[in-house]
């Protein structure tokens, strides 16, 4: 079982950055995607991007429009998700999960609360 950490939520002002940061531990990642979801207030939770752990190969939801980058880090066995010219409706609660490639996301962080307001 892998368990997922997520930090670096906040309050942001629009236009600004965040960077969240998603830590796996309890498992050697052989063939697994990690991805990023976010869960808005009234609304179903919808992915955001997504990392192939082996070959680092990237799909990011269109609504990202190049504003987001998601990276990862395998002697860190990090996930990261940069997100730039935030807007009011990029917040949300931010979760990571993992699973493996071909399958469905079988372990979930606890979230981190990402708002963005003036």
């Known amino acids: 079982q892998v368990q997922l950490v997520e930090s670096g939520g906040g309050l942001v002002q629009p236009g600004g950055s965040l960077r969240l940061s998603c830590v796996a531990s309890?498992?050697?990642?052989?063939?697994?995607?990690l991805g990023w979801f976010r869960q808005a207030p009234g609304k179903e939770r919808e992915p955001v991007a997504r990392v192939r752990w082996i070959d680092s190969r990237i799909y990011y939801e269109p609504f990202v429009k190049g504003r987001f980058t998601i990276s990862r880090d395998k002697a860190k066995n990090t996930v990261y998700l940069q997100m730039n010219s935030l807007n009011p409706e990029d917040t949300a609660v931010y979760y990571c999960a993992a699973g493996l490639y071909g399958g469905s996301y079988s372990s979930w962080g606890q979230g981190t609360q990402v708002t963005v307001s003036s």
């Open positions: 309890g498992h050697t990642f052989g063939d697994y995607v």
